[in-house]
Nanobody, 121 residues
Framework: QVQLVESGGGLVQAGGSLRLSCAASGSIFSINAMGWYRQAPGKQRELVAAITSGGSTNYGDSVRGRFTISRDNAKNTVYLQMNSLKPEDTAVYYC???????????????WGQGTQVTVSS
């Protein structure tokens, strides 16, 4: 079993900042990519940011320059620093990892339960 626990969401005013964290635990052999996705009401889930095990990053166009993704491989944790938040950033943010489980022995995508981020104008 692989578990992802997210934290750091909440309510913030436009222009403010939040930092999301996602810690992976359980039967993990190895983690490749880690990332964050978001889904606003009535919209499809979209990539916010992703980071490979080697540290290469990729950002969605709407957040590039405002958000920063990082990871701590020793802690199996990925972070998302969100600055200059806008009301359109309001969504449920989901953590995602591509990992190999010790018990299953295969590579799979795993998802967190989601954390709400609300940006007021």
């Amino acid at each position: 079993q692989v578990q992802l626990v997210e934290s750091g969401g909440g309510l913030v005013q436009a222009g403010g900042s939040l930092r999301l964290s996602c810690a992976a635990s359980g039967s993990i052999f190895s983690i490749n990519a880690m990332g964050w996705y978001r889904q606003a009401p009535g919209k499809q889930r979209e990539l916010v940011a992703a980071i490979t095990s080697g540290g290469s990053t990729n950002y969605g166009d709407s957040v590039r320059g405002r958000f920063t993704i990082s990871r701590d491989n020793a802690k199996n944790t990925v972070y998302l620093q969100m600055n200059s938040l806008k009301p359109e950033d309001t969504a449920v943010y989901y953590c995602n990892i591509y990992a190999r489980s010790r018990s299953i022995g295969e590579w799979n995508n795993y998802w967190g339960q989601g954390t709400q981020v609300t940006v007021s104008s």
